[in-house]
């Protein structure tokens, strides 16, 4: 089974100054995937950035990047410059790479986090 | 850029009423899904689809069955809606082992 840990229920952060949304994992797949997505308030999901669990290097996506630390199984988000428009909710999510034994789709069920909660201040 | 549409953004609906959320998304994606969301609680698959006519049970689906006839179109049915399932549902698509698209929601109220 597959669990994402996102201890920071709500975040603040200044305008113009970055900031890291904490993301942990916990899975028995040797191979997975990371996903980051933001929900603003008008409810639509939209994906920012993957990391692959083999990726060697970490994941960068303009001003975001994922700080991937696979021994402490952790995938922080980190935001550079922030802006107004930044502040959403923030969800971690993985999957296993793992192709399936048969036919189906539930190797690419996405298990998420509770998410956190971005304030940007002006 | 993939769209995924979802039939109503706000629904009213009272309890026993058979209620019918539909999905529909333009990119020719193999896999779709359905989620409820609620606070504290994050996100919760209720159903996917891999292919046309094929389902699988998410980790909720008590109360819910859905219907996919053809490939761009997803849809979750509620039996009998009760006051518990009032929500925040997300429907999403994909190609298989790539990121999930998500529509915009529906916040179903059931009264």
């Known amino acids: 089974a597959q669990k994402i840990t996102q201890t920071q229920p709500g975040m603040f952060v200044q305008e113009k100054e970055a900031v890291t949304l904490d993301c942990t994992y916990d899975t028995s797949d040797p191979s997975y995937g990371l996903f980051w997505y933001k929900q603003p308030s008008s409810g639509e999901m939209i994906f920012l950035i993957y990391q692959g669990s083999y990726d060697q290097q970490n994941a960068t996506e303009g001003r975001y990047s994922l700080n991937f630390q696979k021994a402490r199984k952790s995938a922080n988000l980190v935001i550079s410059a922030s802006q107004l428009g930044d502040s959403a909710m923030y969800f971690c999510a993985m999957r296993t790479l793992t192709p399936p034994i048969h036919s189906g789709g539930s190797n690419y069920k996405l298990t998420f986090g509770k998410g956190t909660l971005l304030t940007v201040n002006p | 850029d993939v769209k995924v549409t979802q039939s109503s953004r706000y629904l009213v609906k009272r309890t026993g009423e058979k209620v019918f959320l539909e999905c529909v998304q333009d990119?020719?994606?193999?896999?779709m899904f359905w989620y409820r969301q609620d606070p504290g609680l994050g996100l919760r698959l209720i159903y996917f689809s891999y292919d046309v006519k094929m389902k699988e049970k998410g980790d909720i689906p008590e109360g819910y069955s859905v219907s996919r006839e053809k490939k761009e179109r997803f849809s979750l049915i509620l039996e009998s809606a009760s006051t518990n399932q009032t929500s925040m549902y997300l429907c999403?698509?994909?190609?298989?082992?790539?990121?999930?698209?998500f529509g915009p929601g529906t916040r179903l109220t059931v009264t």
């Open positions: 999403a698509s994909s190609f298989p082992a790539y990121e999930q698209y």
């Open positions: 990119m020719d994606h193999e896999n």
